[in-house]
């Protein structure tokens, strides 16, 4: 299976944080990582590899070198979550002729008319009670379950015009017509064979019913939900299991909650990371003044994707510092630091790119544009050290279907390889060596 494949059967069944997170661990247990609980004592050994999760949302995995000499960390973080719908807790709203939607609140910055007139269902982590315990179970239900319906345009003769969606309104999901209370819950019990009066909370999410898929005239695209951000968190995880430096201390992280912020206990302004990398030092016997030094010297890569030119709005983006989807791994500046890289660290990147004849390409706002930020200074809140902001050039950011490069895919998997398989070390703020 080629790796677009690979990624698109991943997204299929990445509906929620917790499927995606659940997914990439089970990529790591199939390549003999070995999982560490955060309530556990851990014994880490030179030359293996681990994993753990918070939330069960947010997923670190690292790899060992032998030869620690020039003790440090190389590391990459992206984000599992994407903007979407989350249920309510008093899920269902009862309305003329029988009508029950479900009552919803939106999580991210959606374009929330890219959710209207499809086929709709529901993902994420039910909460329920068994056996004296409180225990969770993921759910997907793989139908059909609901829709949001548009006003009619003879009903609202402007909506071609511009319109403002409201989402107390506008955006309620239509679940049934039974006229009973209950229906939802349930459904979620009837998923996980329990009694619904048993279930005590959920963390529920919408998504749109439709696959991922290759498309253009040439196949040059792929088209999907949750290419932001689950693209990168696929391909540096392709990258980082294939990566092989016995000389330093390889990280993969993919944060939950960066859509609404990062600052949860599992996102990256958390304590997650730093909590991991002291724990791996602390264990390998280091002291904390090593821990420090460590840090110093280490580098990461924020990745998260960046906006492509639009074919029909190219005037959206910087005339230069622009990118194109299919021309390679983008670097992303912004003066303001919505994004960390900077001259140095970006310089890291293109080194690394020639080294390994990969394209890159370099992005900026325009200078009148505010745009967007990353988890790359968000994190650094809580472990600073040298960052750059990478991703892959997309289409139709933060839809319920996006559009990026099908050759992309191979460009971030062979960067993050090399990145992983170089001995990258920051030496005193103003260089960087390779060994």
């Given at each position: 299976m080629s790796n677009v494949n690979e990624l698109l059967d991943f997204l299929d069944h990445s509906h929620s944080s917790f499927h995606a997170v659940k997914n990439l661990g089970d990529i790591l247990e199939a390549e003999g990582f070995k999982y560490l609980k955060e309530n556990e004592a851990w014994n880490i050994e030179k030359g293996n590899k681990y994993y753990t999760k918070r939330n069960n949302s947010s997923i670190i995995a690292f790899t060992i070198g032998n030869d620690l000499s020039d003790h440090h960390f190389q590391i990459c973080a992206s984000h599992s979550d994407s903007p979407t719908f989350k249920i309510k807790d008093k899920a269902e709203l009862k309305g003329k002729g029988g009508y029950v939607s479900l009552n919803v609140e939106g999580y991210g910055g959606m374009i929330l008319s890219s959710?209207?007139?499809?086929?709709?269902?529901?993902?994420?982590?039910?909460?329920?009670?068994?056996?004296?315990?409180?225990?969770?179970?993921?759910?997907?239900?793989?139908?059909d379950l609901l829709v949001i319906p548009n006003?009619?345009?003879?009903?609202n003769r402007n909506i071609n015009d511009g319109f403002k969606y409201n989402n107390q309104i506008d955006m309620l999901p239509l679940f049934s017509q039974d006229g009973k209370n209950g229906g939802y819950y349930q459904k979620l019990a009837d998923y996980l064979n329990i009694d619904s009066d048993s279930i005590l909370g959920s963390d529920m999410y919408l998504?749109?019913?439709i696959n991922g898929t290759i498309l253009g005239a040439n196949k040059e695209f792929i088209g999907s939900g949750r290419l932001d951000n689950l693209e990168s968190a696929f391909c540096s995880l392709k990258g980082f299991v294939e990566g092989d430096n016995d000389k330093g201390i390889n990280v993969y992280c993919?944060?939950?909650?960066?859509?609404?912020?990062?600052r949860t206990m599992q996102g990256a302004f958390g304590t997650f990371l730093y909590d991991c990398l002291y724990r791996?030092?602390?264990?390998?016997?280091?002291?904390?003044?090593?821990?420090?030094?460590?840090?110093?010297?280490?580098?990461?890569?924020?990745?998260?994707?960046?906006?492509?030119?639009?074919p029909n709005h190219p005037e959206k983006t910087d005339a230069e510092n622009c990118t194109y989807m299919n021309g390679g791994?983008?670097?992303?500046?912004?003066?303001?630091?919505?994004?960390?890289?900077?001259?140095?660290?970006?310089?890291l990147i293109k080194q690394l790119c020639k080294n390994n004849n990969v394209p890159y390409q370099v992005?900026?706002?325009?200078?009148?544009?505010?745009?967007?930020?990353t988890l790359g200074n968000i994190s650094n809140n809580q472990v600073s050290l040298h960052t750059v902001d990478i991703g892959l050039a997309q289409l139709a950011m933060h839809s319920t279907y996006e559009?990026?490069?099908?050759?992309?895919?191979?460009?971030?998997?062979?960067?993050?390889?090399?990145?992983?398989?170089?001995?990258?070390?920051?030496?005193?703020?103003?260089s960087i060596i390779f060994k």
């Open positions: 959710w209207l007139d499809r086929p709709l269902s529901v993902a994420g982590r039910v909460v329920y009670e068994k056996d004296g315990k409180i225990t969770s179970d993921l759910v997907d239900i793989d139908e006003v009619a345009i003879h009903m998504y749109p019913r993919c944060f939950d909650n960066e859509e609404v912020g990062s791996i030092n602390s264990s390998l016997g280091y002291s904390e003044s090593d821990f420090h030094s460590a840090i110093a010297s280490s580098f990461m890569l924020s990745i998260d994707n960046a906006h492509a030119v639009h791994v983008v670097i992303k500046f912004n003066a303001n630091q919505s994004y960390t890289s900077s001259g140095l660290s970006g310089a992005f900026a706002n325009r200078s009148d544009e505010r745009g967007g930020g559009v990026a490069g099908y050759k992309d895919v191979d460009y971030m998997i062979n960067l993050c390889k090399a990145y992983f398989s170089t001995n990258v070390i920051v030496d005193d703020s103003k």
